[in-house]
């Protein structure tokens, strides 16, 4: 028996190596932040696909690990004091590993709370703004007539994405010369807008010279090439 048979997860998708990391995830700006993480690490692991047409989210098993049913969560077999640890919510995630391998954060104190000021800059604006505003541009806004949303979300979009290219003038990185949480938890939302979004030339993105300088270098990582396709959809 391993320490993984007591989480309920472990039987809709078992892991073949129970002694590493379980990641349960989908390709989504989100889940690539954990694995991009995982692969810049270089730890050991196991990637689960949960699949949003199969509502793999909503089973049982995923709820048992994570009740607010969204995408990334892992099980690290050795934990804090060698027991196991469920986690989710993708930056609990990207702290976790960067203080289990001591990467990608600094230790200086001011360093290290003002590269978590950058997470949680992530997490509360972008992360939701940017998700909003694909939501009303590429789904529900066919649907409703009032435009009000679309452009709310549109604008703060854009807003945010000022506060990052000014941030990143002058800087190699979000945090000057080091590639650190901060530029993994932000560039797979970038990615999203010129990508699934298709919104490109619409956020006049083409402007925005420090913030296409900086996805190139982040996106073309090894560890990022690699990570868009963790774990592979299904065909």
């Not at 129970?18 to 196991?46: D, H, R, W």
């Not at 976790?96 to 391998?101: D, Q």
């Not at 030339?201 to 420090?210: P, S, V």
Request: hydrophobic share 40%; with cysteine.
């Amino acid at each position: 028996m391993s320490m993984l048979d007591s989480f309920d997860i472990t039987r809709r998708w078992p892991a073949k190596d129970p002694s590493v990391i379980q990641l349960y995830s989908f390709a989504t700006p989100n889940g690539i932040k954990a694995s991009t993480m995982l692969e810049e690490c270089g730890v050991p692991y196991e990637a689960h696909l949960v699949s949003f047409s199969a509502n793999d989210q909503f089973t049982p098993e995923f709820l048992s690990l994570n009740p607010n049913n969204k995408i990334p969560a892992i099980i690290d077999p050795d934990g804090p004091g060698g027991k196991p640890l469920a986690l989710w919510e993708s930056g609990a995630i990207l702290l976790y590993l960067a203080e289990k391998t001591g990467k990608f954060l600094p230790t200086d104190p001011a360093r290290r709370y003002e590269t978590i000021q950058w997470l949680m800059w992530q997490m509360g604006g972008v992360g939701p703004m940017f998700g909003q505003f694909g939501h009303f541009h590429t789904a529900a806004g066919k649907d409703i007539e009032e435009k009000y949303p679309w452009r709310r979300y549109k604008e703060e979009t854009e807003r945010l994405l000022d506060v990052l290219d000014e941030r990143l003038d002058g800087r190699a990185f979000i945090m000057g010369d080091d590639y650190s949480i901060a530029d993994i938890a932000v560039w797979p939302w970038v990615r999203v807008l010129s990508g699934h979004y298709d919104a490109f030339d619409l956020l006049d993105m083409g402007d925005l010279d420090n913030v296409n300088r900086w996805f190139e270098s982040c996106s073309t990582r090894p560890a990022s090439l690699k990570a868009i396709n963790i774990p592979p959809r299904a065909t």
